[in-house]
């Protein structure tokens, strides 16, 4: 029964004709013929040991994983120093289990983790991160700071604070107030229109000269603003499809119960809007975390320069040290997007139901 | 702009209050100088041709559209542009649309607490026990944990009309409750709306029910062009009207 059922759709959809026949057997003939070579290279054939180059240039047909498992803890701390980095391990610790909990759709008290997440765990991370001389913590310069933690860091409070910005920005682009509304689409327009390169590159260099230089933002920081004022303005025209396509009787039955504006939108229309562009945010924030490996051009040791540095270690001089590092690297950066990809496509599964 | 400055006049009897009201969309003369008092418990049925201002007339009343001329005194409280004042005679009036809008991310029981619980600051529990009864009342008690996109329309009217009256409104206002209901679905609407009228509600209803508006109403308003044409007490208004354009919608609608 199951066979001729596999039978039967693989004639529908994949020998319907000559033509699809042809396409099917060669694109199963290639598979066959680079997939094997490629499990091979990585899992086989690759070098797994070795505290220095010279295994992998002696094997060359495979990966050399030697490499990243060597430069592991430079490729997630960067230059933080040796004897701090269980702070940075802690931060992540916390901050994984925290966004557990508010991602897992039936996790008890959801409430107390946001206002955990969102309130008290940005302080202590800046406190264990930074450290402090009160309580004996070490200060660690964001000039040391590197690698994955960098990274994982930089998405997050990108995409923290990219979102409410972008929402204020699109109410503000709908504002009847003319001030309101120039100013956001004023900024909407001036952001989109600019290469968020020249946006880092504005922020590193002219975020400076316009505060005192006491305040000037420490160096880590300009590129987290660059981020986020570049993902807020792409979020606001996502969020504003959202609301234009809510009908006028949404709005008029929520004023008509006597909600005010900030109370009409929080419970009623943007619960509703935000639902419907959730493909197109999460959209944003998968661009977001791939825009975070520019922010090496401001001179930020994140992943992708930190591999990049490791791949220049003289130490591991080698012909398969590049492709494997880079692979590595897009390994990386491919499970965090495709999981925030799979966890949208849950959520709107779950919003869908009852709903319909 | 408005003939009162006092703005707050809880001396005033009546419910409603519409003296020398115009209203203009761009150049288009909406409403022409209307003028209309509703009484309290008073039940008054607005009709007339499509685009004669009806629905206008009655969203001016919770200012869903502004009125440039003229004064409209609800419950006491002149109509402004200050939005506070709007917000509480909101608070005050319900109002019941032709295409339901409920809130689909809601289920029926929390459409009707929303309001009760964020404007009136009713306790969550006392808001669903207000609800339960409310709901019961409309006999869609059953729905309450129902999301609205899986209620018939008729069904979703009445959870509407329970929503509207969660806030223990003074005024109730009803924009052509029926007119996108299938045939067969619009007589539990009207009746669950006659049972209201009959506990003394005030309430403007737009419809083209006519036999609803012969046995609940106690004046009809007759509306053409933005104007109001006629008003009269049923029986004479359906069986004696006065003018001719009275005489026309009805033969129109009565055929």
């Known amino acids: 029964m199951l066979s001729s059922g596999a039978l039967a759709w693989a004639?529908?959809?994949?020998?319907?004709?000559?033509?699809s026949t042809f396409v099917t057997v060669g694109c199963v003939a290639l598979a066959a013929y680079l997939l094997p070579q490629l499990v091979a290279w990585a899992t086989t054939r690759a070098n797994w040991s070795g505290t220095d180059g010279a295994v992998c240039r002696q094997h060359q047909d495979g990966a050399c994983w030697a490499f990243v498992i060597a430069k592991w803890d430079y490729l997630r701390f960067g230059s933080y120093p040796l004897a701090e980095r269980w702070r940075v391990d802690a931060v992540e610790a916390i901050g994984a289990l925290l966004i557990v909990w508010l991602l897992w759709t039936n996790a008890p008290r959801r409430t107390w983790g946001a206002l955990l997440f969102f309130v008290a765990y940005p302080i202590l991370a800046l406190v264990l991160l930074r450290g402090s001389s009160l309580l004996g913590l070490p200060i660690v310069d964001t000039l040391l700071w590197g690698g994955i933690f960098v990274s994982l860091l930089t998405a997050v409070v990108g995409i923290v604070f990219s979102l409410p910005l972008g929402v204020l920005l699109a109410l503000g682009r709908r504002s009847s107030l003319p001030v309101v509304r120039a100013a956001s689409v004023a900024f909407i327009e001036f952001v989109r229109g600019?290469?968020?390169i020249t946006i880092l590159f504005m922020a590193n260099n002219l975020l400076p000269l316009f505060v005192p230089e006491a305040w000037a933002p420490d160096r880590l920081l300009r590129p987290l603003a660059g981020i986020i004022i570049f993902s807020a303005a792409y979020m606001a025209e996502e969020v504003r499809g959202g609301l234009q396509s809510l009908t006028r009787g949404q709005y008029e039955a929520a004023v008509a119960l006597g909600l005010n504006y900030p109370r009409m939108m929080a419970l009623v229309i943007l619960p509703q809007a935000l639902t419907l562009v959730i493909p197109g945010i999460v959209n944003n924030f998968i661009g977001?975390?791939?825009?975070?490996?520019?922010?090496?051009?401001?001179?930020?040791?994140d992943f992708l320069e930190a591999m990049n540095n490791a791949i220049k270690d003289p130490v591991w001089a080698g012909p398969t040290i590049m492709v494997t590092g880079y692979v590595f690297a897009g390994i990386f950066y491919f499970v965090f997007c495709y999981?925030?990809?799979?966890?949208?496509?849950h959520v709107e599964r779950i919003l869908a139901k009852g709903r319909k | 702009m408005s003939g009162s400055s006092a703005g707050v006049d809880p001396g005033d009897a009546a419910a409603i209050r519409f003296s020398n009201v115009h209203k203009w969309y761009g150049s288009f003369h909406v409403l022409r100088n209307i003028n209309l008092t509703v009484e309290r418990g008073e039940r008054i049925v607005v009709c007339g041709p499509s685009g004669s201002g009806k629905s206008t007339l009655i969203r001016c009343i919770n200012r869903l559209e502004e009125h440039q001329r003229g004064s409209i005194v609800v419950d006491g409280v002149e109509l402004t542009d200050n939005i506070k004042r709007i917000d509480e005679v909101r608070r005050e009036v319900g109002m019941v649309f032709q295409s339901f809008n409920l809130f689909p991310h809601l289920t029926i029981l929390e459409n009707c607490t929303l309001a009760p619980v964020w404007?009136?600051?009713?306790p969550k529990r006392d808001a669903e026990e207000l609800a339960t009864k409310l709901l019961a009342r409309v006999k869609i008690l059953d729905q309450a944990h129902k999301y609205p996109g899986q209620l018939s329309g008729g069904q979703q009217q009445r959870a509407a009309i329970a929503r509207a009256l969660c806030m223990t409104p003074k005024i109730m206002l009803f924009d052509e409750p029926t007119s996108s209901l299938d045939p067969e679905m619009v007589k539990e609407v009207l009746d669950t709306v006659t049972a209201l009228a009959q506990e003394g509600m005030t309430m403007i209803v737009v419809t083209h029910e006519m036999g609803f508006a012969r046995q609940v109403?106690?004046?009809v308003v007759f509306m053409d062009i933005g104007e109001i044409v006629e008003v009269n007490a049923p029986i004479p208004f359906f069986d004696h009207p006065q003018h001719e354009r009275t005489k026309l919608f009805l033969s129109q609608i009565l055929r």
Do not use: E, W
Not at chain 1, 11 to 19: D, H
Not at chain 1, 339 to 344: E, L
């Open chain 1, 194 to 196: 600019v290469p968020f």
């Open chain 1, 11 to 19: 004639r529908a959809n994949l020998f319907s004709s000559i033509g």
């Open chain 2, 217 to 219: 109403a106690d004046r």
């Open chain 2, 119 to 122: 404007v009136r600051k009713m």
């Open chain 1, 339 to 345: 999981g925030m990809a799979r966890y949208s496509a």
């Open chain 1, 288 to 301: 977001l975390f791939m825009d975070t490996t520019l922010i090496s051009v401001v001179g930020v040791t």
